[in-house]
């Protein structure tokens, strides 16, 4: 083998690396972290409920992770501006959680079917992270 075609082989296989390496990081880059608090600083020696919110946009699914504590797996969709994730309990209920522009995030409970409507439960202050 001459000296041009290996290096020929060595550059191609540099690009190839560096190709997957750009997917992998494209990949990484759309997902979406957000991290809620019902106080203003999330502090947790205050005792503030944090919620912590992930995005997979490939399949429009999510987490939503409670103190640490709950950890549920949800459908993600973009509802007009705002970010909405959905998921239903061991009771077959459903729970939304819902960040508008302004990083505002609501948690709403056991859609009513009585009223016709979600019941707001908690409210949060979200940050992208």
Not at 35 to 43: A, S
Not at 99 to 117: A, F
């Amino acid at each position: 083998m001459t000296r041009n075609c290996i290096v020929r082989r060595s550059l191609a296989m540099v690009v190839i690396t560096l190709a997957l390496f750009a997917g992998s990081r494209a990949a990484t880059a759309a997902e979406e972290q957000w991290r809620c608090c019902i106080g203003l600083h999330c502090n947790p020696i205050l005792n503030e409920l944090v919620a912590t919110l992930t995005v997979n946009r490939t399949n429009n699914t999510g987490t939503i992770n409670v103190d640490n504590i709950i950890v549920e797996k949800t459908a993600f969709k973009i509802d007009g501006l705002d970010r909405v994730w959905f998921w239903k309990d061991n009771h077959n209920e459903g729970h939304l959680f819902s960040i508008t522009t302004r990083r505002h995030g609501t948690y709403y409970s056991k859609w009513s079917e009585t009223e016709g409507r979600w019941k707001s439960r908690n409210s949060f202050v979200c940050k992208k992270r």
